[in-house]
């Protein structure tokens, strides 16, 4: 019976997805005992129960569950391990856990088992397996010993369960996007650190100095083959950084990275436990996986994203340092990621800077690595063979190309506003400088020099130009793709508005050479849909006469492609076809011109593609905005009737989304924008009350949280709307009404208040006197 020693175990919390919205009453569970598993939870059936409390498996996969992938695979292991059984029972126990190369003694040990099956399946798998082992102990009469939070572990070639098989529990939650998946992850590591800690602890329990020697080298190979492996927490690092999009995201990754770092750093603290413990330490792929999570740009705080950048470089400065392990050197993606982390911040001017310094360093890492091996240096070595893997290549370019862009657009933004505070003042002045912002004429600075950008956007272009004289020499890694055109047309884009009438012009060339370059055979040069959007976009941003001609032109030749936008482009029809963007830029190009008519044909027109080109929240936003802007500044247009269209497309909208159209939706501010524009029109009839109420009655029944002004604009509607004498009565009901669910919300403000007591008053109907009585009547 010495061979035969056990340690059992017993409660742990299940997954959530077990457990749905439920709340066990007793607390917790066991996961590894079938005889409790689940029976505790009220909300299964007792057929469930009965399923799960069965000896055999069988029947629970057969009369329950029925994941053909799983019960494949989990049959599979049980005949595999019986057979196996009969034939190595004399074999050690450290043959049986490892096995040889490509010999794969246990099935999972393939990095291909349950590839397709879900997440779900392999946490069934592993639980059967678990379940297995303590039946397996049962048949045997090993002597267990219970504890709490730990899961079983005996040394036996019985027992089969290793860091691996929750290796593939960890890999099929990394495959899949099912929310919650990183806690997922978290749950069976430390499911996994704790089955190890009772290992260990069995261990030293069970096994003395003075136990044979072969039956201790078994034993303490089970406990290092339950051992948390750098490719566990890796698989954990990539869980948080690719699977979540939450904040928190990359501070979870840092928690798990830092917990390799600090077993490499402290080793193991007693020499016994030497032949139980392998020293962990993080590799090259556990801090890429890092660096993405710190790259991806989540959140909207400058400050956050650049102290990101800031850490993802000092990370790329130690792997290259002579303090840092070979293991840890980094590689062409690893520069990328920190290349990609400064593009985050698109309020730096210095991005260029970093960048240009990271690009210029993969540079000579490359050059002394190709002049070593021309000179017959032997690069074999460790030294120099991670020098071999790094070398610019397209996406460390098109990164550059981003980082020139970004301080291009900063410049021209601030280039922008200071040319406009110039024709302010000139106006101010009388210097008869025209009132329409659209014939502002740019005014260089003191050097004759306008820094506006577009020296960033040449530095750009040449990053391109020298990606074709790679190219054109053999460098296979270098092409000039359409993510590197569309990188520069973005710039463009930035830099167009109304003082540089131009841009358009450089954007529609640098288009033409795409299409010339994908006619003579580079189809990764060939422009798609993001590449016509932004040259609209460019159009749209100068607010000229022309700019929204220039961009239906655009959208027109588009069409007549015949090409859907998703398609990739190939042949002699070079022209991708338009999607919802590409409608939304040609009405924003209609809305700066103040055309509300042609903006709601471009939304007509969307609905009239059946579904092929479907319009979408901000098309419908775009729309509404539209018409309340005319209402507002339109001086020829009949009052009320803009606002009224507006109205109508609010509800249209809604009507939409109620049909279930999970796509649509109003924007919260979209309500007080029409409840402002019907307040201040100078129109006053009924419809505008109606319009007002509607509005309000619709913004209460949205998932929206109404405000104060909601209030002081429909009492201006009332007010405006029941001037009259005939409307005395029906005016002190809706202020009455309107003022006491102010109150009740508590939403009563002095503005509501003043907007009361002031005016505008008439000599009939709404006058001072009754305004007086009614403020009286109401605040006492």
């Given at each position: ?33 079938s005889t409790l598993y689940l029976s505790r939870y009220r909300h299964v059936s007792h057929r469930r129960r009965r399923t799960w409390c069965s000896s055999t498996w069988a029947p629970l996969a057969t009369s329950y569950y029925s994941p053909t992938s799983f019960k494949t695979q989990a049959q599979i292991y049980w005949n595999d391990r019986q057979n196996h059984r009969t034939k190595t029972i004399n074999r050690p126990v450290a043959s049986l856990l490892f096995g040889t190369k490509h010999d794969f003694r246990r099935s999972w040990h393939d990095p291909e088992f349950m590839q397709d099956s ?281 990164t550059a190309i981003d980082g020139w862009i970004i301080k291009a657009g900063l410049k021209a933004n601030k280039w922008r506003s200071q040319q406009l505070r110039i024709s302010n003042t000139n106006k101010q002045r009388g210097r008869g400088v025209r009132d329409d912002h659209r014939y502002i004429q740019a005014m260089p600075d003191a050097c004759g020099v306008q820094d506006d950008g ?327």
């Open positions: 019976m010495a061979s035969r020693l056990c340690f059992a175990s017993a409660p742990l919390s299940a997954p959530s997805s077990w457990c749905s919205n439920s709340v066990s009453r007793s607390g917790s569970y066991n996961i590894f005992n879900s997440p779900e399946d392999v946490e069934k798998w592993l639980l059967f397996l678990m379940q297995s082992a303590r039946k397996d102990a049962d048949d045997k009469r090993i002597i267990t010993n219970d504890s709490s939070n730990n899961p079983i572990v005996y040394f036996d070639e019985g027992f089969t369960i290793d860091a691996t098989a929750y290796l593939r529990v960890l890999e099929a939650y990394a495959r899949s996007e099912l929310p919650g998946s990183p806690q997922k992850g978290e749950y069976w590591i430390g499911v996994l650190e704790r089955h190890y800690s009772a290992a260990k602890e069995l261990f030293k329990k069970r096994t003395t100095a003075a136990s044979k020697s072969q039956q201790r080298e078994d034993a303490a190979a089970i406990v290092r083959s339950l051992q948390p492996t750098v490719e566990c927490y890796n698989v954990l690092i990539k869980l948080w950084g690719h699977n979540s999009k939450d904040l928190i995201s990359v501070v979870r990754a840092r928690r798990w990275l830092t917990k390799l770092e600090d077993e490499a750093m402290g080793g193991s603290a007693d020499g016994s436990d030497s032949i139980l413990h392998s020293p962990l330490a993080p590799n090259a792929r556990s801090y890429d996986l890092y660096l993405h999570s710190c790259s991806r740009g989540l959140g909207k705080q400058h400050k956050l994203h650049r102290e990101r950048a800031e850490e993802s470089e000092r990370i790329l400065h130690y792997r290259m340092s002579d303090d840092a392990p070979l293991a840890v050197r980094p590689t062409t993606e690893s520069f990328n990621l920190v290349l990609r982390a400064w593009t985050r911040c698109r309020r730096e001017e210095s991005v260029p800077d970093r960048v240009m310094e990271l690009v210029l360093s993969m540079e000579r890492i490359q050059r002394d690595f190709l002049m070593a091996e021309e000179k017959g240096t032997d690069v074999s070595g460790e030294e120099w063979c991670w020098k071999r893997k790094v070398a610019p290549d397209t996406r460390t370019y098109t577009t020296e960033e956007m040449e530095k750009a272009e040449t990053i391109l130009k020298y990606i074709h004289d790679l190219e054109s020499i053999g460098h296979a890694d270098v092409n000039a793709t359409v993510v590197g055109y569309n990188t520069l047309l973005s710039g463009w884009a930035r830099l167009a508005n109304e003082l540089r009438p131009d841009v358009p012009l450089k954007s529609e060339k640098l288009l033409h050479d795409m299409i010339a370059l994908a006619q003579e055979g580079n189809e990764n040069a060939a422009p798609d849909v993001i590449s016509f959007n932004a040259v609209i976009k460019a159009w749209g941003r100068t607010k000229r006469q022309n700019s929204a001609d220039r961009c239906e032109y655009w959208l027109r030749k588009m069409i007549e492609s015949g090409r859907p936008a998703e398609d990739k482009l190939s042949g002699e029809n070079f022209i991708a076809g338009p999607n919802v963007a590409t409608y939304n830029l040609c009405m924003d190009a209609h809305f700066e011109l103040g055309d509300a008519p042609r903006v709601q044909d471009m939304l007509i027109e969307m609905d009239a593609t059946n579904g092929l080109i479907p319009p979408n929240s901000e098309s419908f936003s775009k729309v509404i905005r539209a018409w309340i802007n005319d209402e507002l500044n339109n001086p020829y247009g009949l009052p009320g009737s803009s606002v009224e269209n507006a109205w109508r497309w609010l509800d249209e909208l809604l009507q939409r989304e109620k049909k279930d159209d999970s796509d649509l939706g109003p924007a919260p501010e979209l309500f007080p924008a029409i409840l402002k524009a019907a307040a201040k029109t100078s129109a006053c009839g009924e419809n505008l009350l109606t319009i007002g109420q509607w509005t309000f009655r619709a913004y209460e029944e949205s998932r929206f949280t109404i405000d104060h002004l909601a209030y002081i604009w429909l009492l201006e509607i009332a007010l405006k709307v029941l001037a009259s004498p005939d409307a005395d009565v029906r005016r002190k009901e809706l202020v009455t009404s309107v003022f006491e669910q102010c109150c009740r919300d508590g939403l009563l403000s002095s503005k509501f208040v003043r907007t009361l007591s002031d005016g505008p008053f008439h000599e009939d109907g709404w006058s001072k006197e009754k305004s007086e009585w009614m403020c009286k009547e109401l605040l006492g």
